[in-house]
């Protein structure tokens, strides 16, 4: 089974600042790697597939890089809306996701 | 408009069953997969289970393989995860999300239904 390890597990931040979240696959999953949002009582967004490709409607702030074991989900400038839980999701070989990384207000 | 709604979430004492459904519409139901997705309180999401378009393929994660089975009946656009055995651990929300295969032909989970809790307790 393939194992997802997402870090940081709580994140401090202040809009505008700069965010980075990474994730780790325990073996090589090519590009096959989604980032999700979510808040509380609510389900899961998608904002990024296949490592790199932002889905429509998210926005131009939100990246993801990566390829292999190693991925990274990077929001340029933080946004009040933006504080939330991220995941990731490893869709290679079934399906793992990451365990989470709490974004809250420095 | 893609919808799912889940139903069917209730308390159920361990070692009973409990059938949760998701209705879908909005998309060619026939055409596509599903999977359930849970998170226990205050935890993160953990992949469940897996049925494809045709009912041919089902997979499930390895702490419920065994107990819990999928299925759909496309007559009434509707998903079905049948839980039995249920144990403490299983008292999560429990959501259904549509498969979307992506350009390599990988699935992914993308519009999400609301979440139906389920909890496990004598």
């Known amino acids: 089974d393939i194992q997802m390890t997402q870090s940081p597990s709580t994140l401090s931040a202040s809009v505008g600042d700069r965010v980075t979240i990474t994730c780790r696959a325990s073996?090589?999953?090519?590009?096959?790697l989604a980032w999700y949002q979510q808040k509380p009582g609510k389900a899961p967004k998608l904002l990024i597939s296949?490592?790199?490709t932002l889905e429509t409607g998210v926005p131009s702030r939100f990246s993801g890089s990566g390829s292999g074991t190693e991925f990274t989900l990077t929001i340029s400038s933080l946004q009040t809306d933006d504080f939330a839980t991220y995941y990731c999701?490893?869709?290679?070989?079934?399906?793992?996701f990451g365990q989470g990384t709490k974004v809250e207000i420095k | 408009q893609v919808q799912l709604v889940e139903s069917g979430g209730n308390v159920v004492q361990p070692g009973g069953s409990l059938t949760l459904s998701c209705a879908a519409s909005?998309?060619?139901?026939?055409?596509?997969?599903i999977h359930w997705v849970r998170q226990a309180p205050g935890k993160g999401l953990e992949w469940v289970a897996f049925?494809?378009?045709?009912?041919?393929?089902?997979y499930f994660g390895d702490s419920v393989k065994g107990r819990f089975t999928v299925s759909r009946e496309d007559s009434k656009n509707t998903f079905y995860l049948q839980m039995n055995s249920l144990r403490a651990e299983d008292t999560a929300v429990y959501y259904c999300?549509?498969?979307?295969?992506?350009?390599?032909?990988?699935?992914?989970?993308?519009?999400w239904g609301q979440g139906s809790l389920v909890s496990v307790s004598s």
């Open positions: 999300a549509e498969d979307v295969r992506d350009s390599s032909g990988y699935g992914l989970l993308d519009y």
């Open positions: 909005g998309f060619t139901f026939s055409n596509y997969g």
């Open positions: 049925i494809n378009y045709d009912g041919s393929k089902k």
């Open positions: 073996q090589n999953i090519k590009n096959c």
């Open positions: 296949k490592a790199s």
């Open positions: 999701l490893q869709n290679f070989g079934y399906w793992t």
